[in-house]
């Protein structure tokens, strides 16, 4: 299930951090507050900043650079602090306050298109992007991305952090299951963004990095024996 037939132009990455607290996700949640505030005014930008790119790519064919970049950053603000808190708890190093890409145990990135499809972007992210949304509400639950919402994924995680908290471990299997739903419901998002025509596979890929079309490829016909040396 985790093995692709090709890489998928969001990256997603999450690194566990070995030293994770028992007891810091109780408040995980108060800590996380300014970053909650900050990202809501932050989606409000990246949906209005979709309707703009809406018409950029309608007429010209293209996302503006500057606007894309934009958007980038929101995924990559929400995936940090998704990732540091009730989205994996996968790390006590707090996120920072930033769109940039700056180090930090989870990585976002989104390549750049170039030319994009105007029939496509009339009906990708109302249309063709709903079974998807199926897809992502049971990861997600009710609420918007970045939030705990009552989903898979907030059921493992709470899982995960109880064990945390009782063995001082956090399952390696519930991680990678979360980073691959986390991984999912994040190129859904950049989709439905307008950020790309390739639609999301679906596909678990599951564990922290990003599968690479390397490894998936199958092998070619082994050629002729190399003839022996005089």
Known sequence: MSTPANTYPVRVEGRLDPDLSRGLWLVKWLLVIPHVIV????????????????????????YPRGLFDFNVGVLRWTWRVGFYSFDA???????????????????????????????????????????????????VGGAWYGTTGG????????????????????????????????????????????????????????GPNEPSAATAAPAGPAGPPAAAPA
């Not at 009782?166 to 999912?184: A, C």
């Open 151 to 206: 989903g898979a994924i907030a059921v493992l995680v709470l899982i995960a952090v109880i064990a945390l908290l009782f063995t001082g471990r956090y399952p390696n299997g519930i991680f990678d299951l979360v980073i691959g739903m986390n991984r999912w419901a994040l190129r859904v998002a950049a989709y439905a963004g307008l950020m790309t025509d390739e639609y999301p596979p679906f596909r678990l890929d599951m």
């Open 89 to 139: 708890n996968g790390t006590d190093r707090y996120p920072p306050f930033t769109l940039r890409d700056v180090e930090y145990p989870a990585t976002l990135s989104v390549e750049y298109p170039g030319e994009l499809s105007r029939g496509l972007v009339l009906v990708k992210s109302w249309l063709l992007a709903i079974p998807q949304y199926l897809v992502v509400g049971l990861f």
């Open 39 to 62: 990202l809501a005014f932050l989606w409000i930008g990246f949906v209005a900043v979709s309707v703009i790119a809406f018409f950029a790519i309608l007429f010209t064919r293209r």
